[in-house]
């Protein structure tokens, strides 16, 4: 079966400085990557998505996310944090032919000025 | 597109009463999820549409929990009875040509239930 884990339930970063939020996967074949955004009181928002190609995936607002099969890891970066990045994250993953997204608990990422 | 839309936005009701949570997919997409997000369990798939069919709903919690989708821009889920391990916020999700895996799915803004 497939499974996300995001082992931190919090990561603080100072405003400027760069920002890793980290994932890993378990399917049993090749995965398709996610990850999205919750703001508070909103829904999820799609941030990127690793299908196949290029490891180091570009998406929105400045994240990019980097795929490692042999860690099996999807880990979100940002060059520099800015306060309006504090959200909760979370990684999902689709195995080929299973649907549908399987969701991490979700990390929140606090963004201090 | 407007997106996902769900209502209402927020629901308040007494314990035993019957709730109904509302969810207009976007146009095209032929799959619909719903989901319930709490502190304590996280995000929880509950069941999914593929086509207006459900194809899986072994995340619900119990038979007091309900879902339909009568047709493509429309569908529901009901609580009855209601009971206060039921408060949460309950998103509504769509993707399109799920045959093709990668898709994303998208989310609408939630309904935020409290059962007192």
């Known amino acids: 079966a497939q499974s996300v884990a995001q082992p931190e339930d919090q990561v603080n970063v100072a405003e400027g400085n760069p920002l890793t939020v980290k994932c890993t996967y378990s399917v049993s074949g090749n995965p398709y990557l996610f990850w999205y955004v919750q703001y508070p009181n909103r829904g999820l928002q799609f941030l990127l998505k690793y299908i196949t190609g290029d490891n180091l995936v570009k998406g929105s607002y400045g994240f990019e996310a980097e795929f490692n099969k042999s860690q099996t890891s999807f880990h979100l970066k940002k060059p520099s944090a800015l306060v309006s990045d504090s959200a909760l994250y979370f990684c999902?993953?689709?195995?080929?032919?299973?649907?549908?997204?399987?969701f991490g608990k979700g990390t929140r990422l606090s963004v201090i000025a | 597109d407007a997106g996902v839309i769900q209502s209402p936005r927020h629901e308040v009701t007494e314990m035993g009463q019957e709730v109904t949570l509302r969810c207009k997919p976007i146009?095209?997409?032929?799959?619909l999820f719903w989901y319930r997000q709490t502190m304590m369990r996280g995000l929880e798939l509950l069941i999914y549409f593929n086509n207006n069919v459900p194809i899986d709903d072994s995340g619900m919690p119990e038979d007091r929990f309900s879902a339909k989708m009568p047709n493509a821009s429309f569908s529901t889920l009901k609580i009855q009875p209601s009971e206060p391990r039921d408060s949460a916020v309950y998103f509504c999700a769509s993707s399109g040509q799920q045959g093709v895996s990668y898709n994303e799915q998208f989310f609408g803004p939630g309904t935020r239930l409290t059962v007192l």
């Open positions: 999902a993953v689709r195995d080929i032919g299973n649907t549908p997204l399987v």
């Open positions: 146009s095209g997409h032929d799959y």
